[in-house]
């Protein structure tokens, strides 16, 4: 988990731009691996950070039921031109 100190910003090693453009692969790795987080800064500033996956939240990929998805696909049923083809339309637009 990423903990904010007192001025705001995670409690993270401090590392500037040029630093981390020069050791990318180091700073994944440490992250990786050993599950510690960069503070990326630029002029100074904190700019951007590499952390661990662990420390990043993820949103479980919503789930439909088969006939949802058919009602969502139903839903599309009558729209646009038949006779439209987009590969023709492109080919036209080449030349």
Same mark, same amino acid.
């Given at each position: 988990?990423? $903990?904010?100190?007192?001025? %705001?910003?995670?409690?993270?090693?401090?590392?500037?731009?040029?630093?981390?453009?020069? @050791?990318?692969?180091?700073?994944? @790795? @440490?992250?990786?691996?050993?599950?510690? $987080?960069?503070?990326?800064?630029?002029? %100074?500033?904190?700019?951007?950070?590499?952390?661990?996956?662990?420390?990043?939240?993820?949103?479980?990929?919503?789930?439909?039921?088969?006939? &949802?998805?058919?009602?969502?696909? &139903?839903?599309?049923?009558?729209? %646009?031109?038949?006779?439209?083809?987009?590969? @023709?339309?492109?080919?036209?637009?080449?030349?």
């Amino acid at each position: 988990m990423i $903990t904010c100190g007192h001025d %705001g910003h995670m409690n993270a090693r401090r590392a500037s731009l040029v630093e981390v453009k020069r @050791d990318f692969s180091k700073y994944v @790795d @440490d992250a990786e691996h050993g599950g510690r $987080t960069v503070l990326i800064t630029r002029h %100074g500033k904190p700019a951007a950070a590499i952390v661990p996956l662990s420390a990043v939240p993820t949103a479980k990929p919503a789930r439909m039921t088969f006939d &949802e998805a058919n009602a969502f696909l &139903e839903s599309f049923a009558g729209l %646009g031109d038949p006779s439209f083809s987009a590969v @023709d339309d492109l080919i036209a637009g080449r030349r």
